[in-house]
């Protein structure tokens, strides 16, 4: 099984630091202030982990 990106909305506080790393993957959510996984089988991994690691509330995860 290949793990799968997934962001927690309710947690997002809309930095879009996600969005600027990996626009592939990641978007701001129409009418909201809130980040959207676009992609969630993903992209490049490097860039994907990059914004893992760059979200102020760690609201973006792989799952299994």
């Known amino acids: ?7 927690d909305e ?3 506080i809309g930095c879009a ?6 626009p592939e993957v990641f978007q701001m ?3 909201d202030d809130k980040a959207e996984v676009i992609k969630p089988e993903g992209g490049p991994e490097e ?3 990059e914004a893992i690691d ?3 509330v760690s609201c973006i995860r792989w799952e299994e």
């Open 1 to 7: 099984m290949s793990k799968t990106v997934h962001l």
């Open 47 to 49: 860039l994907i982990q």
């Open 29 to 31: 959510k129409e009418g």
């Open 54 to 56: 760059t979200c102020p």
């Open 10 to 12: 309710e947690e997002c």
């Open 17 to 22: 630091s996600c969005v600027e790393i990996c």
